[in-house]
């Protein structure tokens, strides 16, 4: 059974605008969250997390935002450049059930010019 | 480059083939990881080691068979393959604390196995 799920397979956004990945989760025991890019032909490389005492957590033109009573988080990317056309995953974990990050199927994100 | 590699890019074997998959990574991580990604289908994880010692087997069978000589490498032998075995193997490595806080995990760029 899925416990994280990313219910947009894709997502095209024009340049400069705002894109907004949206993922789900379904263990009320998960208490750190993690997005994660990854380019064809490369591994997923890490972009931005966020604990779950938070609700907000900011990098640059990433901003995670995170609803726990609705099991719910958001990687939001403004501006958006074509270089964030990638596919983006969602990660959870419960730090007290060892070192297994649970992940969504992923978003592929296509920024046109 | 997130100072985790794998060899080999890519494998092709038949299903009575004997092959091992290698993971280094160049980070001071004390734990690696082997991920399976199937198409369409989210990644899933194999195999956890820290300080080498497997921590965790999620009802893997035993065609697949890991080993972690020490902190840096991770190999996965594989023997007897399925068709359906065919996917990306991706292996990762983090600090290895139990807190998730510490738990960012540096991927490979993977290996593309296609079983015949």
């Known amino acids: 059974d899925q416990q994280v799920k990313q219910n947009s397979p894709s997502l095209s956004v024009q340049e400069g605008r705002i894109s907004i990945l949206n993922c789900d989760y379904t263990?009320?025991?998960?208490?750190?969250f993690l997005w994660y890019k990854k380019y064809p032909a490369e591994g997923p490389t890490f972009l931005i997390s966020?604990?779950?005492?938070?609700d907000k957590n900011e990098d640059g033109r990433f901003t995670v935002f995170l609803n726990k009573s609705a099991k719910h988080l958001s990687l939001h990317i403004v501006p958006s450049q074509p270089g964030d056309s990638a596919v983006y995953f969602c990660?959870?974990?419960?730090?007290?059930?060892?070192?297994?990050?649970?992940f969504g199927k992923g978003t592929s994100l296509l920024v046109t010019p | 480059e997130t100072g985790v590699t794998q060899t080999p890019r890519h494998l092709v074997m038949g299903m009575t083939n004997k092959k091992s998959l290698k993971c280094e990574q160049h980070?001071?991580?004390?734990?690696m990881y082997w991920y399976k990604q199937s198409a369409k289908k989210p990644l899933e994880l194999m195999f956890v080691?820290?300080?080498?010692?497997?921590?965790e087997n999620n009802s893997v069978p035993s065609r697949f068979s890991p080993e972690c000589p020490n902190s840096s490498h991770l190999f996965l032998h594989l023997h007897t393959l399925q068709p359906e075995d065919s996917a990306l193997y991706l292996c990762?490595?983090?600090?290895?604390?139990?807190?998730?806080?510490?738990?960012?995990?540096?991927f490979g760029p993977g290996t593309r196995l296609t079983v015949l």
């Open positions: 263990n009320s025991m998960f208490d750190y």
């Open positions: 080691y820290n300080f080498k010692e497997q921590t």
């Open positions: 980070l001071g991580h004390n734990a």
């Open positions: 990762a490595s983090s600090q290895g604390a139990r807190q998730a806080l510490y738990n960012e995990q540096f």
């Open positions: 990660a959870a974990s419960n730090s007290n059930s060892g070192y297994a990050l649970n």
């Open positions: 966020i604990s779950s005492i938070k």
